[in-house]
């Protein structure tokens, strides 16, 4: 199944993407096979490129019990190869465990106030830089 074009991303993940544009952080945009939205970015606290999905809770049809939180999820390399994944419940913890500083969202946040939520999503990078930076990173 290919990601339908009109199919909107989710309310977190946009969020993701504010604090990230917020923070001056190149970022992009895109789909897995299923059509599910990922940001892709480079993370200097994980020496590499990093994923992040955002997981909408899941519920037991039945029962109705909760079996799954809502999370962000990180998706990074490890030194030996394989890709590492860590769950984070909200954005202030994804942040934290991106190694990204308050601090620089909030000068960013401050810089960018005037922009829309889907404005501040976008990102900050040139669209020909972005295709460079994510061919170097493919490398």
Excluded: N
């Amino acid at each position: 199944m290919r990601h339908d074009a009109t199919r909107q991303v989710q309310h977190h993940l946009q969020e993701a993407r504010g604090a990230l544009g917020d923070a001056g952080i190149p970022h992009s945009l895109h789909y897995t096979k299923l059509g599910w939205p990922y940001i892709r970015f480079e993370c200097p606290h994980y020496d590499g490129p990093v994923s992040v999905q955002y997981r909408e809770m899941i519920r037991d049809r039945k029962t109705k019990e909760i079996t799954r939180e809502a999370h962000y999820l990180v998706f990074f390399q490890m030194k030996d190869g394989r890709q590492g994944t860590r769950s984070c419940p909200d954005l202030e913890t994804l942040m934290d465990k991106l190694g990204i500083d308050e601090d620089r969202i909030a000068e960013g946040r401050a810089q960018r106030d005037h922009l829309s939520q889907h404005d501040r999503a976008v990102s900050v990078v040139d669209p020909l830089q972005e295709a460079s930076l994510m061919a170097s990173i493919r490398r």
